[in-house]
T-cell receptor, first 110, second 113 residues
Framework: AQRVTQPEKLLSVFKGAPVELKCNYS??????LFWYVQYSRQRLQLLLR??SRESIKGFTADLNKGETSFHLKKPFAQEEDSAMYYC????????????FGQGTILTVHP | NAGVTQTPKFQVLKTGQSMTLQCAQD?????MSWYRQDPGMGLRLIHY???????DQGEVPNGYNVSRSTTEDFPLRLLSAAPSQTSVYFC????????????FGPGTRLTVL
């Protein structure tokens, strides 16, 4: 069975501070990990995926297979980063079936 | 190009009533899915379809039916609504189930009294 855990429901930081949203997963094979974001009054959208190893809007995430984690990081948070963030996993044989974490609401204060 | 559309945006039902949540996409995506979003639970997959005429169950299928008669449409039916089905429902479509091609609809907020 595959499982994704985001231990923080709420995370508050001040503008310019570093931010880290935690994500841990459980999966026996080689997973694909993703971060999704939902800004206020907008649709859920893909932020980044571990395969591409890219930085999107200043966010990065590294897959740590030893710790089974895929934490999302940004060195200097901006107010426009305030949103709901979901970590998601796709198993190798699940044909697009994503397992989402519980979500973390990030609030960046001015 | 409207992307993924969902109707209605809001709905209030009484326990035992039935209704259909509509989902349509105009991107010719073969893969479509329905999720429900609940506080503290994240998004959970209800049903999905890999093409017209083919559907399968997700993580929480009980109480919901789906069909896929066309590539464009993927309606979700609640046959006898229960308060436990109060949630926000999202439809999504993608190319072959690839998350990097996935588009979500705006959601339907359903309340069952």
């Amino acid at each position: 069975a595959q499982r994704v855990t985001q231990p923080e429901k709420l995370l508050s930081v001040f503008k310019g501070a570093p931010v880290e949203l935690k994500c841990n997963y459980s999966y026996s094979g080689s997973p694909e990990l993703f971060w999704y974001v939902q800004y206020s009054r907008q649709r859920l959208q893909l932020l980044l995926r571990h395969i591409s190893r890219e930085s999107i809007k200043g966010f990065t995430a590294d897959l740590n297979k030893g710790e089974t984690s895929f934490h999302l990081k940004k060195p200097f948070a901006q107010e426009e980063d305030s949103a709901m963030y979901y970590c998601a996993l796709r198993g190798g044989t699940s044909y697009g079936k994503l397992t989402f974490g519980q979500g973390t609401i990030l609030t960046v204060h001015p | 190009n409207a992307g993924v559309t969902q109707t209605p945006k809001f709905q209030v039902l009484k326990t035992g009533q039935s209704m259909t949540l509509q989902c349509a996409q105009d991107m010719n995506h073969e893969y479509m899915s329905w999720y429900r979003q609940d506080p503290g639970m994240g998004l959970r997959l209800i049903h999905y379809s890999v093409g017209a005429g083919i559907t399968d169950q997700g993580e929480v299928p009980n109480g919901y039916n789906v069909s896929r008669s066309t590539t464009e449409d993927f309606p979700l039916r609640l046959l006898s609504a229960a308060p436990s089905q109060t949630s926000v429902y999202f439809c999504a479509s993608s190319v072959g189930g690839r998350p990097d091609t996935q588009y979500f609809g705006p959601g339907t907020r359903l309340t069952v009294l």
